[in-house]
């Protein structure tokens, strides 16, 4: 089979469409011929490890000793990114009660990446699921990352009708879905973002739109029950200021100075801060599928490369002049 793989990490360029040997599926697993898949935050910081720093790394230094073992010392160790998918199922496991060949699925396969290949292997109990009866193939290949990270933390963050929320990074991956979810929950939505994507967060429902650029949300006056923050690079002494008595701050980046907040403010008292891992779990998939079919999530597809255009479409993500996100598709 024809895969995407790098040997060196580097720019866009170290991307080459070359054959490797096909994935031999287990008695549980669910092999998938891949339709679509993905550009996102994870391939570009997975293609170009060797030049993640700990302090450039979103997350405690540990996690960062232990991704950098995982994704590869010197050079990649899988050589195939990738986090999302959607396909058919070309064949499955003896064991296998949940899929049959021909299903057409959609999943999520995280860190361990893989799916910039024409085939794929994953259990079956994993997060794989029949795809939105609603959507394309390209569609659903965008959904699962950022709808399954956004579900999960404004659950985390017990998201209630009426609340006043801000997205900061409401334009990208976790945030655009982000934007929608609370919508659905019933919130008061503003989303940051770049100038060139403000339309584009108008459009998935957000109520205000402020360009970072242009405007600093904090000297607004404005009180929030909630602030998500996706990068984790607002201040805690700036957000406080702009959260009601009982707001909370999610830091969707998970680093450690957040985690010693967290800490803090649970002991001490004054807005709390949140800071959560999102396992990517099966149940989220199913939520965000039903969402999906529900018309309450959608996802934007901004370009679509094929597999000889998966540099050039690292390259337009890496640019950050896209509205909504990338596809690479195989079919
Ligand atoms: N906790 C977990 O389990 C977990 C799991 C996965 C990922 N993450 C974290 O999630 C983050 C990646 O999220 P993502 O995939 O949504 O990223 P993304 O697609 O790269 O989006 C980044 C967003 O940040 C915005 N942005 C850039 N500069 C900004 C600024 N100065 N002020 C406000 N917004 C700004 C961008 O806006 P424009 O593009 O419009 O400029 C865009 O909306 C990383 O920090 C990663 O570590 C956490």
């Given at each position: 089979?024809?895969?995407?793989?790098?040997?060196?990490?580097?720019?866009?360029?170290?991307?080459?469409?070359?054959?490797?040997?096909?994935?031999?599926?287990?008695?549980?697993?669910?092999?998938?011929?891949?339709?679509?898949?993905?550009?996102n935050y994870g391939?570009?910081?997975?293609?170009?490890?060797?030049?993640?720093?700990?302090?450039?790394?979103?997350?405690?230094?540990?996690?960062?000793?232990?991704?950098?073992?995982?994704?590869?010392?010197?050079?990649?160790?899988?050589?195939?990114?990738?986090s999302e998918?959607?396909?058919?199922?070309?064949?499955?496991?003896?064991?296998?009660?949940?899929?049959?060949?021909?299903?057409?699925?959609?999943?999520y396969?995280g860190?361990?990446?893989?799916?910039?290949?024409?085939?794929?292997?994953?259990?079956?109990?994993?997060?794989?699921?029949?795809?939105?009866?609603?959507?394309?193939?390209?569609?659903?290949?965008?959904?699962p990352y950022g709808a399954m990270m956004a579900l999960h933390f404004l659950r985390k963050?017990?998201?209630?009708?009426?609340?006043?929320?801000?997205?900061?990074?409401?334009?990208g991956g976790i945030g655009s879905a982000a934007?929608?979810i609370?919508?659905?929950?019933?919130?008061?939505?503003?989303?940051?973002?770049?100038?060139?994507?403000?339309?584009?967060?108008?459009?998935?429902?957000?109520?205000?739109?402020?360009?970072?650029?242009?405007?600093?949300?904090?000297?607004?006056?404005?009180?929030?029950?909630?602030?998500v923050?996706i990068?984790?690079?607002?201040?805690?002494?700036?957000?406080?200021?702009?959260?009601?008595?009982?707001?909370?701050?999610?830091?969707v980046?998970f680093?450690?100075?957040?985690?010693?907040?967290?800490?803090?403010?649970?002991?001490?008292?004054?807005?709390?801060?949140?800071?959560t891992l999102a396992p990517g779990s099966?149940?989220d998939?199913?939520?965000v599928?039903?969402?999906?079919?529900?018309?309450?999530?959608?996802?934007?597809?901004?370009?679509?490369?094929?597999?000889?255009?998966?540099?050039?479409?690292?390259?337009?993500?890496?640019?950050?002049?896209?509205?909504?996100?990338?596809?690479?598709?195989?079919?």
């Amino acid at each position: 089979m024809k895969a995407i793989v790098y040997d060196t990490y580097g720019s866009p360029d170290v991307l080459q469409v070359r054959e490797i040997a096909t994935p031999v599926p287990g008695d549980k697993d669910v092999l998938v011929r891949v339709h679509a898949t993905s550009v996102n935050y994870g391939d570009l910081a997975g293609r170009n490890f060797a030049a993640v720093t700990p302090r450039a790394f979103n997350m405690p230094m540990l996690f960062w000793v232990m991704a950098k073992l995982y994704f590869g010392l010197g050079k990649p160790r899988n050589g195939i990114l990738g986090s999302e998918f959607s396909g058919e199922v070309e064949s499955v496991g003896k064991d296998v009660t949940a899929f049959r060949k021909g299903d057409r699925v959609f999943g999520y396969l995280g860190q361990k990446m893989g799916a910039y290949a024409e085939l794929l292997s994953m259990p079956e109990n994993g997060p794989i699921a029949t795809m939105p009866t609603t959507m394309n193939f390209e569609q659903a290949a965008v959904a699962p990352y950022g709808a399954m990270m956004a579900l999960h933390f404004l659950r985390k963050a017990q998201i209630r009708p009426g609340q006043k929320v801000l997205v900061n990074g409401a334009s990208g991956g976790i945030g655009s879905a982000a934007v929608q979810i609370a919508k659905h929950f019933g919130a008061e939505v503003t989303g940051v973002c770049g100038a060139g994507r403000m339309d584009y967060v108008h459009a998935l429902g957000a109520d205000t739109v402020i360009d970072y650029k242009r405007e600093d949300f904090t000297q607004r006056g404005e009180e929030y029950d909630l602030i998500v923050d996706i990068r984790g690079r607002l201040p805690y002494s700036q957000a406080k200021r702009e959260l009601k008595k009982d707001g909370r701050i999610l830091y969707v980046s998970f680093k450690t100075k957040h985690l010693l907040l967290m800490l803090r403010t649970a002991l001490f008292g004054g807005p709390k801060v949140l800071c959560t891992l999102a396992p990517g779990s099966r149940e989220d998939l199913l939520a965000v599928r039903d969402l999906i079919e529900q018309g309450q999530l959608k996802t934007v597809v901004a370009e679509r490369f094929p597999m000889s255009g998966a540099a050039d479409a690292h390259r337009l993500v890496e640019g950050g002049k896209k509205s909504g996100a990338v596809a690479i598709t195989f079919a």
